[in-house]
Every structure is written in C-alpha cells, then in structure tokens.
C-alpha cells in the first residue's frame, strides 16, 4: 500500500507544495512561477545574481521569463507561453505516469 503524503509525491516529480505561495494577490511557484513574478519578486527580472530555479517546475518558469525579458515580439512570446505550457504538462504527465507504474505493477 502507497502512502500518498508530500514527499512521496514530490519523489515521483509532482511539484514541491513548499514552493507555492501567494505574494501580491497572485499565486507564485519557486522563484520564477508566476504573473509577474521572477527572481523571486513580483516585478523582478533576471540577472547574473538571480536565485537559481528550484527544480524542474521553476526551471521551465525560468525559461519562459527570460524570453519575455529579452524579447517582445509577439510571435516568440506566444512560443515561449506555448513550451512553458507544455514543460510543465510533461513535468506533471511524467510524475503520474511513474506513479501509476509503482501503484499498478
């Protein structure tokens, strides 16, 4: 029998919930997740002393806000909302995937 707690779920790739938080009335993920929420602040950017991304989640958030602080070009920044969208679709279809496998077989 699976014991279903945090830890056991984050040991199989679901998100960390440690990481989720509300600042300024939005919901934000690690250091990068979230509107208008980067580098660990709302309205922050990246630089060279940024926090480095939490783990995979944060990694594809990382990502993303670099394109939209380099560029603004719509059609790159629709792209790169397209991939961030897919990375975490693939993080989480993963995780449960590993987990049915072990729960099942």
């Known amino acids: 029998m699976f014991t279903f707690d945090f830890d056991s ?3 199989y790739g679901f998100p960390d919930p440690d990481y989720f938080d509300f600042s ?3 919901l934000i993920y690690g250091n990068y997740g979230g509107q208008n929420y980067s580098a660990g602040e709302i309205g922050g950017t990246i630089t060279s002393t940024s926090p480095a991304p939490l783990d995979a989640y944060d990694e594809a958030f990382y ?4 394109v939209a602080q380099q560029s603004s070009d719509p059609q790159v920044l629709l792209q ?6 897919q990375d ?3 993080l ?3 995780a449960f995937s590993s987990l049915v496998s072990d729960w099942w077989f």
């Open 9 to 11: 779920l984050v040991a």
């Open 24 to 26: 300024g009335g939005t």
């Open 63 to 66: 990502d993303h806000d670099l």
């Open 80 to 85: 790169s909302h397209i991939e961030v969208v």
């Open 88 to 90: 975490v679709t693939t």
């Open 92 to 94: 989480v279809g993963n």
